[in-house]
C-alpha cells in the first residue's frame, strides 16, 4: 500500500520540482534581463560623453547639419585645441553629474514616499523615462536637449535598481547573481555596441533610436517572465498586500503574519512613545550602523572608479595611436564595462568577504592613472587598457558580493529597506567623482 501511494505520489513530486526549477530558471534570467535593460541607457549617456561635448564644441563655430546628433563623433576638434591633452570644453564629467545626480535624488528621498508606489506603476515608469532619454538624445539638436535626456534615463536607471535590488527580497537569492550579471552585460552591451556601431558607420541617430528596444525588453522581462509569488502585490501598496515571503513559501508566509501581528501590538505601544525610527536599531540588522561596513567600501571603490572613467580618461590621449581620440575614449569604456560583466557574474565561483580591500586596490589605480595623466609616462593606450579592465573587475566584484552579504546578514523584516538603502553608496561615490573631476579637468587642460 505504502510502495503504491509513493509511486502514485511520485508524478506529483517530480511536477512540482520540475515547475520550482523552471521558476527558478524564469527568475533568473528575468533579472538577468532587468539588470541589462535598466542600466543600459546609463552606459550609452556615459559612452556617448566624449561625443556630446565634442558636437557642442562644433556647434559653437559652424552651422549645425539637420542630419546630424549632438553625440556624432566624426567632429574633430583637436585643430580648436592648443592643449597637450586635446581637452573638450568642459568635462565629461559634466555628463557623469547629469547621469548620476537624478538618481541620487531619487534614491535619497526613496525612503518617504517608495513603500506607496506598487512596483508594476514603477516599472513602467522606468520604462517611460528609458524611452524618452533614447529619443531625445537621438533628435537632439543642442547640448542642452542632449543632457535633457540623459537626465531621463538617470531618473529611470535610479529608481530601476533601487525597485528591481528590493524586489530580490520576494525571491530566491538567486536572483542577485542575475541582476548583478545583467547589469555588467548591460555595460558591455551598451558601450560595446555604441562603439562599434559608430566606428562601422552607422549614423547614431539610428543606432540610439534602435536601442528603443530596450525599455520594450524591460517591459516583457517584468510582467511575462519572472515567476511572482501568488500574492505578490503588483498593483497595491506593500502595506495593503499584507506580509509576502521570499520565494512564496506557505511556512514563510506563516512566519511573517505572526511577526505583523507582532509589529501591530509594537505599534500601538509606539503611539505612546512617538514615531518608530525605521533606520534605528531592530533585531537581526541594525541599519544604520552595520549597513555603514557594506556603503562605505562601495561607495569608495565607485568614487575613485569613475574619477578615473569621466575625470582622467579623457585626458590619456595619445595623438601618435592609429585611433582617434573619440575612439581610445570609447574603447576605454568598453574594456571597463568588459570587467564589470566578468566580476559580477562570478558571485557562483568566487565570494569576496573583505570589502575594504577592493576599495584600496581601486584607489591605488586612480593614483596610477593620475600619475600617468600628469607625467605622461605611458606610450600607448594599450598599456592603459589592461589597467581599465582590471579597473572593472574591482568594481564589478564590489558591487555583487556587497548586496549578496547585505541580502544574507539583513533580517527578513530589514532585507528589503537594505537592499535599497544600499544602492544609495555607489550612487553618491559616482556624483563625489563627478565633481572632484572638474578642478582636476580644469588644471590638466590650462597646462
Known sequence: MDQA????????????????????????????????????????????????????????????????????FEVKHSSNNSTRYDCNPVSTAVILLADILPSLVIKLSATLYIHQVPYGFRVLFCVSTTAVSFLLVSFSTSISISIL????????????????????????????????????????????????????????????????????AMLLSYFFLLAFPPTFPQWRRLREAGPVGRGGASEERRRLMDETEEDEEEESDQQEKGPRDYTSRSPGFPVTQDILKFLLPLGLVYYAEYFINQG??????????????????????????????????SLRCVKIRKLSVLALLQCVNALLLLSAVYYQFLPSPWLVFPIVLYEGLLGGASYVNTFYYISKEAGDREREFAMSAA???????????????FPVHSYFCSL
Open 423 to 437: 544602492s544609495v553608496g555607489d550612487t553618491i561615490g559616482i556624483a563625489m567623482a563627478a565633481i572632484t573631476a
Open 312 to 345: 582622467l580618461l579623457e585626458l590619456l590621449y595619445f595623438p601618435k595611436s592609429n585611433l582617434s581620440h573619440a575612439e581610445q575614449y570609447r574603447w576605454y569604456q568598453t574594456l571597463y564595462q568588459v570587467g564589470v560583466l566578468v566580476s559580477r557574474s
Open 149 to 216: 535626456g540623459v537626465v531621463f534615463a538617470s531618473m529611470g536607471s535610479g529608481l530601476g535598481e533601487l525597485s528591481f535590488l528590493s524586489l530580490t527580497t520576494f525571491f530566491s537569492r538567486d536572483v542577485l547573481e542575475g541582476w548583478g550579471s545583467g547589469t555588467g552585460g548591460a555595460g558591455v552591451a551598451g558601450a560595446l555596441l555604441y562603439s562599434a556601431l559608430t566606428q562601422a558607420g552607422l549614423s547614431p541617430r539610428v543606432t540610439l533610436l534602435t536601442m528603443l528596444v530596450v525599455p520594450t
Open 5 to 72: 501511494e509513493s509511486i502514485n505520489a511520485d508524478p506529483v513530486i517530480q511536477q512540482n520540482d520540475f515547475e520550482g526549477r523552471s521558476s527558478k530558471i524564469r527568475n533568473w534570467s528575468g533579472f538577468w534581463l532587468l539588470g541589462l535593460c535598466n542600466n543600459f541607457a546609463y552606459v550609452v549617456m556615459l559612452s556617448a560623453a566624449h561625443d556630446i561635448l565634442t558636437k557642442q564644441q562644433a556647434d559653437n563655430s559652424t552651422t549645425l547639419n539637420p542630419d546630424s546628433l549632438a553625440v556624432d
